[in-house]
């Protein structure tokens, strides 16, 4: 078995293409960098929001798989206080139905 190694052609190829390119690399990079930094910065609110939107953004993709029509609309983002409050009522298992 081949393994990545200083002589490997693969190595020596991606050093050729990081060669020829390094300045745009480096443009690329310098660009990408300060939008990291805000990232960072705001991980926390990331984390956070991104399991909550992330099943919204999933059920939209099933929008389609009904037919030929799109049968979507935008119930909530987030969690649904109503349902959580039914749920919390009924000792957590979901006891409401209906809109």
């Known amino acids: 078995a081949t393994t990545l190694g ?12 990081i060669g020829q390119h390094r ?3 480096d443009s690329i990079l310098d660009t990408l ?3 990291l930094d805000v990232v960072a910065a705001e991980q926390a609110h990331l984390d956070k929001a991104l399991p909550w939107i992330g ?3 999933y059920n939209q993709t099933l929008a ?21 409050f039914c749920n919390l009522l009924a000792g957590g298992a979901p006891a409401c139905t209906g809109p």
């Not at 200083?6 to 293409?17: E, N, P, W, Y």
């Not at 029509?69 to 909530?76: A, E, G, M, T």
């Open 55 to 57: 099943p919204a953004f």
């Open 23 to 25: 300045a745009e690399l």
């Open 6 to 17: 200083a002589g490997s052609d693969v190595v020596t190829r991606l050093a050729q293409i």
């Open 64 to 84: 389609g798989t009904h037919g030929p029509w799109l049968d979507i609309y935008v119930n909530s983002l987030g969690a649904d206080p109503r349902a959580l």
């Open 33 to 35: 960098h300060p939008t």
